[in-house]
């Protein structure tokens, strides 16, 4: 199982939210691009960027910064991106700069025909990433509640063909509060394709839990807050994780 560092760009900074509140932004670093050059030397085998500013403005505002990143770290890992992605042409010129897959999320929910153009014209390269509290999907940075049930929606999505399916736990995202292996492991048991877990990884015990349900489909864990406030110590959790898999 992959253990995935998120860096998460505001105003050209490296910050973690907590629950996706903007305002509560703690800086982590004014350098995003040497954050992961870190994190490969920690072990990390993929990135995990989020244009924050994007995600709220609707179209990619940390440029600068995510094509650094990209320079610094080449061909070595792949690096997945979202936050902002709302058109064909924002995901081309993504993928064209040397991002390996791009994330859609409330654009997937709000206009499901633009998430199956984009796996129609980029197979192999979208993920999907839903937000979800009580089991029920969110949209725009999280400030509002659909219907959606997260389990059905993410089953049409992999009729699309997307790559796989970061679910995040909104409710604990930030909070270090442990993640929800019950929800991640119940729609990973729902889909064919892989499921990346996201949301309140405190600890390596939370590495180990997801790492007991792995053949259930979960693919990767997202780990943020933890590993920029030292609570989590990457290269030990990545060490754990590849210990499991090997048992």
């Known amino acids: 199982m992959l253990l995935i560092p998120a860096i998460d760009l505001k105003d050209g900074h490296c910050v973690r939210l907590k629950q996706g509140v903007m305002d509560g932004a703690t800086v982590?670093?004014?350098?995003?691009?040497?954050?992961?050059?870190?994190?490969?030397?920690?072990?990390?085998?993929?990135?995990?960027?989020?244009?924050?500013?994007?995600?709220?403005?609707?179209?990619?505002?940390?440029?600068?910064?995510?094509?650094?990143?990209?320079?610094?770290?080449?061909?070595?890992?792949?690096?997945?991106l979202g936050g902002g992605i709302r058109d064909l042409d924002t995901i081309e010129r993504c993928l064209d700069d040397g991002i390996s897959y791009v994330i859609i999320g409330t654009a997937?929910?709000?206009?499901?025909?633009?998430?199956?153009?984009?796996?129609?014209?980029?197979?192999g390269h979208i993920i999907v990433g839903l937000d979800a509290k009580d089991g029920k999907v969110a949209v725009d940075g999280w400030s509002k509640m659909t219907g959606h049930d997260v389990i059905d929606l993410a089953k049409k999505f992999e009729d699309y063909g997307v790559e796989a399916v970061i679910y995040t736990d909104i409710g604990r995202d930030g909070m270090l509060s442990g993640v929800n292996v019950d929800a991640t492991v119940a729609l990973a048991r729902a889909l064919?394709?892989?499921?990346?877990?996201?949301?309140?990884?405190?600890?390596?015990?939370?590495?180990?839990?997801?790492?007991?349900?792995?053949?259930e489909g979960i693919m990767g864990a997202i780990t943020g807050r933890a590993i920029y406030e030292g609570r989590l110590d990457f290269k030990q959790a990545q060490a754990e994780a590849d210990k499991c898999a090997k048992r």
Do not use: Y
Not at 108 to 123: E, I, M, Q, Y
């Open 28 to 80: 982590f670093s004014d350098n995003p691009a040497a954050m992961a050059r870190h994190w490969i030397a920690q072990g990390a085998r993929r990135l995990h960027l989020v244009d924050l500013n994007g995600a709220f403005a609707g179209k990619p505002k940390n440029e600068p910064a995510i094509k650094a990143i990209l320079a610094e770290v080449g061909e070595e890992i792949p690096v997945q």
């Open 192 to 215: 064919k394709i892989p499921v990346i877990a996201s949301g309140g990884i405190a600890s390596v015990d939370d590495v180990k839990a997801l790492c007991a349900v792995q053949d």
């Open 108 to 123: 997937a929910v709000k206009n499901p025909g633009f998430l199956h153009d984009a796996c129609t014209a980029f197979p």
